[in-house]
């Protein structure tokens, strides 16, 4: 029989493992994706859809042409991982009812991403309809129709400790808002509040650069200050001062799933025995890719990916077929500024990390320009189409 190789996500990294698998193991395992939604959309690109620079038809893309490859694509929620028995319990929802299944593997890579989560904080449930922000899609779209609204008041853009998804997209958020704010002549009347949990805008490597595009739009940075509790009108942060906002731009904590949790993988993140070997610490058979996994480096989607093509390496060691993937941890980024004219033309800054270097060696530009955004946009869609045909 054929190794059973199962992927938890069909995103960045789980379908980085599958098609990376395939290619080297030539046909000779059976490997399934089980994912939740029958399409993917891009993330490094969602806050543009708020300045209408991005349509979400060019970021999104379906499994059809990794079916034709020869991947198992299944789509269903995953509920439970019985590690012991080495199985996994998923949920479909065909149109008339609910079907509960099991799938049995003998080599799990766990990589759904992140969950937000909101519950930490009081009031969270009662004022979620008040809260939009540019990570989910429906949310970007409410946050768009809202900013895109708004004559007067204030608007409340939060970041929630690190370590979470994209650490500099509540600063593009703040940024872009303030852009749309200044093209639809509206700014004068809108204040725009950024709270940041951590002690400066992430990533550290840019936080100097932000901090001055903060100064120079009037935007009023709070650092180093939690919201703890959400009423409809206003938030109170863990000194107790009260802000009023008209929109609330808040990120939720993040997290790994419940059912890596629940099934002992780990408290907050799955628990990998090193960046190089994703091998749970526990469970031989079990290992994750992505955002999920505990790794001492950024959750973004280029570690996502390199996270992923270790997680191969792992498994093409064990099955014993085939020479390694060439992979090291470091990154390439760029981030949304908007534009100080309150021009739909975003700019960007570029940054990078290189983890290969003790300490990890930065690079920057920190002169905004068109053309980085143009970059950004071309590395997403060379991503996406080698990861998903097109
Ligand atoms: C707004 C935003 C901006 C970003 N900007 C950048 C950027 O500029 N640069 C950068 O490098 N990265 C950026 N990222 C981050 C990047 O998108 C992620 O780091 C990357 O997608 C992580 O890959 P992943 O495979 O771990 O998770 P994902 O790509 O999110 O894939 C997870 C998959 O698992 C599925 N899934 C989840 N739960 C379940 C379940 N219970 N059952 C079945 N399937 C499940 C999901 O549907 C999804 O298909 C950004 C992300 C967002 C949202």
């Not at 935007?219 to 009423?231: K, S, Y």
Request: charged fraction near 25%.
């Amino acid at each position: 029989m054929k190794t059973r190789i199962t992927i938890i996500g069909g995103g960045i990294a789980g379908v980085a493992v599958a098609k990376t698998l395939l290619e080297k193991t030539g046909g000779e395992a059976e490997i399934q994706i089980i994912t939740k939604d029958k399409h993917y959309t891009a993330g490094p690109s969602r806050p543009l859809l708020l300045t209408g620079e991005q349509q979400l038809d060019r970021i999104t893309r379906g499994y059809e042409e990794l079916i034709l490859r020869g991947v198992k694509v299944t789509h269903g929620l995953v509920t439970k991982i019985h590690p012991d028995e080495r199985k996994v319990e998923i949920v479909q929802s065909p149109p008339s009812n609910e079907s509960r299944s099991n799938i049995e593997y003998d080599i799990l890579v766990v990589a759904p991403g992140v969950v937000y989560d909101g519950s930490s904080i009081e009031g969270y449930d009662q004022a979620r309809g008040k809260i939009a922000n540019v990570y989910e899609i429906g949310r970007v779209h409410t946050l768009k129709h809202w900013v895109h609204s708004i004559t007067k008041g204030r608007i409340i853009v939060y970041a929630p400790p690190m370590p979470y998804r994209c650490a500099p997209a509540p600063s593009e958020m703040t940024l872009l808002i303030n852009t749309i704010l200044k093209a639809r002549k509206a700014r004068d009347n809108v204040e725009v509040i950024h709270v940041d949990a951590n002690d400066a805008p992430q990533p550290p490597v840019i936080a100097k650069e932000i901090t001055a595009l903060f100064e120079e739009n009037g935007i009023n940075l709070i650092a180093g200050r939690r919201i703890i509790e959400l009423g409809k009108d206003k938030v109170t942060l863990d000194d107790g001062e009260e802000l009023e906002y008209d929109i609330l731009a808040l990120l939720e904590p993040n997290r790994a799933p419940d059912f890596v949790i629940e099934a002992g993988l780990g408290s907050q993140w799955f628990e990998v025995r090193s960046p190089e070997n994703l091998r749970h610490v526990k469970y031989d058979d079990i290992l994750a890719a992505g955002d999920v996994a505990k790794l001492p480096f950024p959750k973004n989607q280029e570690i996502a990916y390199e996270s992923a093509l270790h997680a191969v390496n792992n498994i093409i060691d064990e099955l014993g077929i085939g020479e390694p993937v060439k992979v090291q941890y470091a990154f390439l980024g760029w981030v949304y500024v908007g534009n100080p004219k309150g021009e739909l033309q975003t700019k960007s800054l570029k940054f990078g990390l290189n983890f290969t270097q003790k300490p990890p060696k930065p690079t920057k530009d920190p002169e905004p320009k068109t053309e980085y955004t143009k970059a950004k946009d071309e590395w997403e869609q060379a991503y996406l189409k080698s990861l998903f045909g097109y």
